[in-house]
């Protein structure tokens, strides 16, 4: 086994059985899995994994080749530094939603960014019909300053009439 | 007074059922006192339980008096043989685990709780929690009865319009 990591992105039109097939692919030719991210968006299937094994990227890219070609994927690979073990923990999650207009993730996560808040994990989605779309985004993140200091730097959005709610994460543990 | 090895996941000991305490003697104190070294020693650990470090015993320990931004919570808490006679509401949040490191993920728990317990001496307890205090005894409670905050995880992206509709759920009575 080599100690190369490398990140896959696969996308294709969501159906059942994509995951099985790729992963019973990547387990075959001897390809260990690292932390992934699969969901649906939108009508179509997402993947980004972390793998390392015998492979190099074209050894990857051969071999996946049919399974990608029968789910009717598309296949990118990046060669990555692992660095698992390293989880960091969010203090802060921003919720926001309003009407969908275009803008609104670029104006929060400004405003987030000037505020020092690293975005740890985003997931936005487009709810409410198509006449009358609603955007809604969950944001976990870390930022040394207070909470106070986060709903200032999103105040300006507020009066623009997108509902942002700020709070703490207090993580158990035990 | 020892700081004792945390059992971790997959250990299968983690999932076992852990038994009444009887006895309320100085080897049970001992013991506490262990326990709470152990987890005054565990990276920012608020509650730790008895089975965590291989005693199949009911006994917990929390404290939730050092929160960043303070939350109700009647300081560090012994709790012997506990038990939840009501719950009420639900909220998410996240949590980790001393068992289970380096991951942390969102629980589902009740919003307030009425807990009855006996102390390091045998004396009654009864406390009405809430939030991150009820919280933290549902987790601990939960090691006793075999189960790991893992086996509850669930997805923010799953709870959003459970969130939205029940955000009131606490406080019905």
Redesign the interface.
């Known amino acids: 086994m080599t100690n190369h990591w490398y990140m896959l992105t696969l996308i294709g039109e969501d159906k059942p059985g994509i995951v099985a097939a790729i992963t019973q692919a990547l387990f075959e030719q001897g390809m260990n899995l690292g932390e992934t991210s699969m ?1 649906r968006l939108g009508g179509n299937f997402t993947i980004m994994m972390m793998v390392n094994g015998v492979d190099d990227e074209t050894g990857l890219r051969e071999r996946l080749e049919p399974v990608i070609e029968a789910q009717g994927m598309c296949l990118h690979i990046d060669p990555i530094k692992a660095r698992l ?3 960091l ?3 802060i999650q921003v919720t926001v939603s309003g009407a969908d207009r275009a803008g609104i993730v670029a104006q929060v996560t400004a405003a987030l960014a000037s505020a020092g808040f690293n975005v740890l ?1 985003l ?1 936005s ?1 487009v709810a409410g019909t198509a006449d009358k779309p609603v955007y ?1 985004m ?1 944001i ?1 993140g870390v930022a040394e300053v207070s909470v106070e200091a986060i709903e200032q730097a999103l105040e300006t959005l507020r009066q623009d009439g997108v509902d942002v709610n700020v709070s ?7 | 007074m020892a700081i004792l090895d945390i059992l971790t996941l997959p250990d299968p000991a983690l999932k076992q059922v852990s038994e009444p305490v009887a006895v309320f003697d100085d080897e049970l104190r001992a013991f506490i006192d262990d326990l709470e070294e152990t987890r005054r020693n565990g990276p920012a650990a608020v509650g730790i339980a008895a089975p965590q470090v291989g005693r199949f015993q009911r006994i917990v320990i929390l404290d939730c008096s050092t929160t960043r931004k303070p939350v109700p919570n009647h300081g560090r808490l012994v709790l012997v043989n506990p038990e939840i006679t009501h719950w009420e509401g639900y909220e998410m949040a996240r949590e980790g685990c001393l068992s289970v490191p380096d991951y942390t993920g969102n629980v589902i728990r009740a919003t307030r709780i009425h807990l009855v317990a006996r102390d390091p001496q045998g004396a009654s307890l009864a406390f009405d929690m809430e939030g991150y205090e009820a919280r933290a005894a549902q987790h601990e409670i939960d090691h006793l009865d075999g189960m790991l905050f893992v086996d509850r995880v669930v997805s923010r992206r799953t709870d959003l319009f459970k969130r939205k509709v029940y955000q009131k759920g606490g406080k019905i009575k």
């Open positions: 969901l073990h390293e989880h923990l969010p203090n994990d997931e989605d809604i969950q976990a703490p994460i207090e993580t158990y543990i035990g």
